[in-house]
């Protein structure tokens, strides 16, 4: 029965949340930030080396992308180190990744080897992958625990959904969470994944790497809303926003929407950062639509930079102790890169492999003529 | 026991989610009420709502939620409730489902089942009539199924759903309440990639699928040339070498299906016929399909679907050669 009550205002209203922010640019904690989760001086120190390591490891690729060595297009993910780290470091081992394409640290943080990520780079054997997909698409990354992604936006917000249902059904006590960038939330995959999720009450935490661009689309070109974790309302689930370059804010939001993902209760976090590169090698942000002193503002938010002036500040790590992770990263990330250029090439023969669980005659025939 | 195509599929499922605890099914309607076509009938019951999932609406969502569930190691058989909307999850299904073992270079596979009911003869208009076999066979990485009796329907799908390869289960909806037959209670299977002959003959081949096979059979009961009907049952990978062996007797080929003739899959079993066995032939090739128009107008639907006459014109157009 449809019980109406006069008395009632008949308007929806949405309050946006606020976004959780734990250090300040200038280092300087905020004693107020809420939600519980503390971490260790240890696992901020071990979850910055691999901020920096991913973040070099970023700028070689697009400087071996110039060389022709990175054989596909590639996209960096500066500006998002912090939002991986946060993110993967409050999952357990056992637990999902649905990525999107822009996630490097996570991947590092998940035990992808640096010579793993340049074999796939360089399209070489040694690639999970075979040589099959661009640098950012994670194909076949199955023992980091890490599904698959293919470039057409949105769809890994849905099979997460079906992913973690079978994981319940399975009575496995794992979650799943999943990734899509700003754009993404205007796809059909985005909606139908967060309805799914919300109508099961699935264990999967929904993050959104709100970096305001989608290619050369602002955000306010994507959605009517300034704080994207609203939506999270209309599939009847929880959402919040932290700032994606602050690795404390993650890390505690990251946290909450775990531990209540675990219980099945889904949650979408909006997490706001900045692509500080270009979209991809492609692209050209700053004569065609971005204003470089645009992209200069966002710098004083830097992930890494607000990092180590919150580790100077507090007496974390040293000056000296920082110099050094950027050097022992550099070293690290060319040594593997010299390394995954040795690797054979991709087979010919490699090509009618795993469209089937078989080879059909057809395909063996057709492999013949090429 | 006698049964008809519903009951054939309906047995098969039932049987498959009893010998497997990994089988569930989603779809629209496919709970309480058994799905639009009853093909789910009594599952609910059976089974219980963790199993026979009623999902939103939303095609996308069903194709790629049953990706995730079989990525985790489940079996999932997903229904859309007709073929004609398989296009709002056509991302998930060629994108992904088809792609995932390839693009993950054998790291992950999709073992799952997409049934849907396809093609015209029930006069329901523009969209629920479509055969969209044509665009499925173009996806390697799919593999594509079209039953034509209770007894392969029954047997096909119990083997689609223990493949290890994504299978697109094309039912025919005009033959679901077709005569019944005798169906076995027992468990077996009809093998993917096979195709099968219908009906042996000498002077012309048939080559058919799905819910023209009835029609072509009763067109080769009525010729006075001999007539063999091939049934292709799995349309890709195709089993061509039966086809190719078939010809080769005849030197006479006539394809017949009901999706529209242009690029449709006749074209293909004409261009290996071509390519394999050019010199068997002695006519021409005959293609009898829906004409190029939407499929299929509700006034017209009769005039849409190929009829016993005008097989019978295509096995005379090929026995006028020699
Ligand atoms: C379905 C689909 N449409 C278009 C594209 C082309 N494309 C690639 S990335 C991109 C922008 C995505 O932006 P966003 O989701 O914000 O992620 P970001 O690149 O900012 O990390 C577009 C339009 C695509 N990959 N998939
Ligand atoms: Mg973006």
Redesign the pocket.
Known sequence: MLEIDLNQNYKISVKEPQVLRVIEPDGTLREEAELGYKPSEGELVKLYRYMVTARVLDRHALLLHRMGKVRSTY?P?EG?EAADAGTVHVLKPEDWIAP???MLTALMIRGVPLQTIWAKFFAKQGDPDKGRNLTVEWGGFAKWRILSVG????HQYIYAAGFAYALRYMKRDEIVAAY????????N?FHTGLNFAGVFKLPVVFYV???????S?P?RR?TAVTRLAVKAAAYGIEGIAADGMDLLAVLKAAHYAVSKARRGEPVLVELVTY?FGP??TADDPATRYRDPAEAEEWRRYDPIARLEAYFKKYGILTEREIKLTWEEAEAEVKAAAKEAESYPEIPKEWIVEDVYSYIPPHLREELEEL | MMANMAKALNMALREEMERDPRVVILGEDVGKKGGVFLITEGLYEKFGPERVIDTPLNEGGIIGFALGMALAGLKPVAEIQFADFFWLGA?ELINHVAKIRYRSGGNFKAPLVVRMPYGAGVKSGLYHSQSPEAYLVHTPGLVVVAPSTPYNAKGLLKAAIRSDDPVVFLEPKALYRAPREEVPEEDYVVPLGKARIARGGDDVTLVTYGAMLPRCLEAAEKAKASVEVVDLQTLNPMDYETVIKSVSKTGRLVVVHDAPKTGGLGAEVAAIVAEKALHALTAPVVRVAGPDVPQAPVAHDDVYVPTVERILRAIDKVMAYS
Do not use: K
């Open positions: 996209g993910h998002h999107y394409y822009r470039a057409p936006i949105g899509i960038g700003d754009g993404g939330t205007s796809t995959g790497y709100n970096n305001q661009y989608a290619i689309v955000v994507q692509r979209h991809t | 991302d």
